[in-house]
């Protein structure tokens, strides 16, 4: 029989396809709309959003991971922004220098969220570095090992409900040393 794991009860549900696509989709929608406001008439930009957007969900299969979702979706509207001139009968009046410079900009903020959620992922793993043994290790079980809260009292030694309460005071601790890092401007 195959080894299946349920969930711990405390946990957060795993988010699905869709969550993380709606997820991407609202980070750079912004994006995406300056791109088809300077591509087409302000009467279809809405369309050629949703458009765009339903091919992506249909081609999400498609998509490499190893590169950034927004010039993906970018690509994806920049090929229906050309069909809609195509089929409009009409020379597209935006040349492509604009939206390349467009696209490049789009990059530049693309690559701006990564390094922000880098840097994030650094604070919080300095911040998980400098919590008490006691409280680290609970982490370290409960988010690293996905190990059920009872499993983790066993192997520290103390009652569920302390185990509870080390990983509440535990998050506590990282929040606030993630809000004191954030606030300052450090990312050390």
Not at 20 to 37: D, M, P, S
Request: glycine share 6%; net charge neutral; with cysteine.
């Amino acid at each position: 029989a195959p080894n299946l794991r349920l969930a711990r009860p405390d946990a957060p549900p795993a988010p699905d396809a869709a969550d993380v696509f709606a997820i991407l989709v609202r980070e750079h929608g912004e994006r995406l709309l300056a791109y088809l406001r300077a591509s087409v008439p302000s009467s279809a930009v809405d369309d050629l959003f949703q458009d765009t957007v339903l091919v992506a969900w249909r081609r999400l299969g498609d998509y490499d991971r190893t590169r950034p979702f927004g010039a993906w979706l970018r690509g994806i509207a920049r090929n229906i922004v050309m069909d809609f001139w195509s089929r409009a009968g009409r020379e597209r009046p935006t040349d492509d220098a604009l939206l390349d410079g467009i696209d490049r900009r789009a990059a530049e903020h693309d690559r701006g969220d990564r390094e922000e959620f880098r840097a994030q992922l650094v604070r919080l793993e300095r911040c998980v570095a400098a919590l008490p043994d006691e409280y680290r290790t609970v982490i370290h079980h409960c988010y690293r090992l996905d190990a059920p809260v009872a499993t983790i009292a066993a192997e520290v030694g103390a009652s569920v409900e302390a185990v509870k309460k080390r990983l509440q005071r535990a998050r506590g601790m990282i929040a606030a040393c993630m809000d004191a890092k954030g606030t300052n401007g450090a990312t050390a």
